[in-house]
Nanobody
Framework: QVQLVESGGGLVKPGGSLRLSCAAS????????LGWFRQAPGKEREGVSC????????LYADSVKGRFTISRDNAKNTVYLQMNNLTPEDTAVYYC????????????????WGQGIQVTVSS
């Protein structure tokens, strides 16, 4: 069955960096769109970034442009989210997602989800 397992979360100070990883199994990784979403306390889940989801290859939410970078390693069946210059507003549970045909950053386009991992930005 499809499995997506996130790792790399934790507590970081403002201005710091974290790299999230998502190890995938149970599907043909190379053929799938991968995405990262997040949900802060009391807020709806929002799209952060996706790769191979559009003609421009990657998409980013305006709030993370220039600070976050999504990448994938098809040999390792893993997608990454490098997060730099983190702020308290980035505090959320981050989810990895996969779909065979997603074309944007809407959560409704993605069929498969990881369990989520906490990222907390605080001094």
């Amino acid at each position: 069955q499809v499995q997506l397992v996130e790792s790399g979360g934790g507590l970081v100070k403002p201005g710091g960096s974290l790299r999230l990883s998502c190890a995938a199994s149970g599907f043909t990784f190379d053929d799938y769109v991968l995405g990262w979403f997040r949900q802060a306390p009391g807020k709806e889940r929002e799209g952060v970034s996706c790769i191979n989801c559009s003609d421009s290859t990657t998409l980013y939410a305006d709030s993370v442009k220039g600070r976050f970078t999504i990448s994938r390693d098809n040999a390792k069946n893993t997608v990454y989210l490098q997060m730099n210059n983190l702020t308290p507003e980035d505090t959320a549970v981050y989810y990895c997602a996969a779909d065979s045909a997603a074309s944007g950053l809407s959560e409704f386009m993605f069929d498969f989800w990881g369990q989520g991992i906490q990222v907390t930005v605080s001094s």
